[in-house]
């Protein structure tokens, strides 16, 4: 396993033990730029209209589509250090 890789997942598990639960905003990066660093590109059908959680997280990840699992996966990392603090 990569150092990148296992960097990801140590950031998978240090963003659940952060002290205050991030904005919005940022859930959805977080989970859009998770999804993209672990699967790729979205995939799957966009959730229905009523379903609002799951569009917003759909489009978020489908946002980064391109961006390769590596970039995705820096960013995360980035993104929840500037979290911790």
Do not use: C, H
């Not at 905003?25 to 799957?44: C, F, I, M, N, P």
């Not at 966009?46 to 569009?55: A, E, N, R, S, Y």
């Amino acid at each position: 396993m990569s150092d990148l890789q296992t960097s990801f997942e140590q950031a998978a598990k240090d963003v659940q033990a952060l002290s205050e639960r991030p904005d919005n905003d940022t859930l959805l990066r977080l989970y859009a730029l998770y999804k993209q660093g672990s699967e790729g590109d979205v995939s799957g059908p966009k959730p229905g209209f009523f379903d609002f959680v799951g569009t917003a997280k759909y489009e978020a990840w489908a946002k980064l589509k391109g961006t390769g699992r590596d970039e995705a996966q820096r960013k995360y990392i980035d993104l929840v250090k500037k979290l911790r603090g």
